[in-house]
């Protein structure tokens, strides 16, 4: 069985331009890498791993912020130790938050809520993908029907033959 290490170490490449180490193995919806480590319930965030494997624990209380804004790079010398609080700071500081956002990641124009900011195309769109998926229970209403129906020609069959 390989180390997490040796593990991490096939999961990313090297931006030349940017030094950011960019992970390539899976990634949550916002772009972080994670990775299993044996032992855990939950997946690891690779750039935490990645402070982990080259600086040591991380300390109660303190999270691993990215100096290059970049969520799958683990390139440790682009990360740094910080409060959530310290986290936040930096983030509207280099207006990443999403109240800054006016535009989805498909280009509509996001609906102008007080706390969470809703692309109202793209969730109209997921609801109709969503709604024009047959059922469970209908799949398997036509399932039940078609085996009656070629059990029906099996017997049939049988009876015209015996």
């Given at each position: ?11 990313y ?17 916002g ?10 319930s ?6 935490r791993?990645?402070w ?28 740094f130790l ?30 102008p809520?007080?706390t ?10 997921r ?25 029906h ?10």
């Open positions: 069985m390989r180390t997490l290490r040796a593990r991490f170490e096939t999961k490449i090297i931006d030349i331009g940017t030094g950011c180490w960019i992970w390539q193995g899976a990634t949550t919806n772009g972080y890498g994670i990775m299993w480590q044996r032992g855990r939950m997946p690891l965030r690779a750039h791993a990645a982990e494997l080259f600086r040591g624990s991380i300390p109660a209380g303190l999270e691993i912020l990215h100096k290059c804004d970049n969520p799958p790079c683990v390139n440790p010398d682009h990360l910080g409060t959530h609080n310290d986290n936040m700071k930096d983030m509207a500081i280099k207006k990443r938050s999403k109240a800054k956002q006016t535009h989805c990641k498909n280009g509509h124009e996001l609906s809520g007080k969470q900011r809703i692309c109202q195309i793209c969730a109209r769109e609801d109709e993908r969503y709604r024009a998926k047959p059922s469970a229970k209908l799949l398997q209403r036509e399932r039940d029907r078609r085996y009656r129906e070629r059990k020609e099996i017997e049939s069959y049988h009876a015209t033959r015996g």
